[in-house]
């Protein structure tokens, strides 16, 4: 995995380029990653924690995981999940849209509280 931020040699806007937007889509922090194809056959240099991304994502993985568990700014880990899923690295899990309809039923509600409370 990653260097611990103590041991990292090089600041957090090197990993992208400089950049605050990945190629694609602007990938939200509750979207979920889940590895499909390897990083490398883009043809592109990819830094090391795309490498380290794209192996924690062989499971699916929220964004705001992946800069947890790799101790990464959320920034530049959703410039690289994005990069990563420009290349057919990674797909991407649909989240809600904020035009999506507001209506839940109450069964589900009821459900869902249910399941709160075993926990």
């Known amino acids: 995995m990653t260097a611990t931020p103590s041991t ?3 600041r957090p806007y090197v990993l992208t ?3 605050t937007r990945g190629r694609g889509v602007d990938i939200p922090l509750e979207a979920v990653a889940l ?3 390897p990083a490398w056959e883009s043809g592109r240099r ?3 924690e795309a490498f380290d991304i794209a192996e924690l994502c062989n499971r699916p993985c ?3 995981e992946i800069a947890s568990r790799l101790e990464l ?3 530049v880990v959703r410039v690289l999940v994005a990069d ?3 290349d057919h690295a990674l797909r991407i899990g649909a989240t809600a849209q904020a035009d999506a309809p507001t ?3 109450v069964a589900l509600l009821e459900r869902l509280l249910a399941g709160v409370r075993a926990l």
Do not use: E, N, Y
Request: charged share 10%; proline share 12%.
């Open 8 to 10: 990292r040699l090089c």
């Open 17 to 19: 380029g400089g950049r």
């Open 35 to 37: 590895t499909v194809g």
């Open 46 to 48: 990819v830094p090391p």
């Open 62 to 64: 929220s964004v705001a």
């Open 73 to 75: 700014p959320v920034g």
């Open 84 to 86: 990563l899923a420009a």
């Open 103 to 105: 209506i839940v039923s």
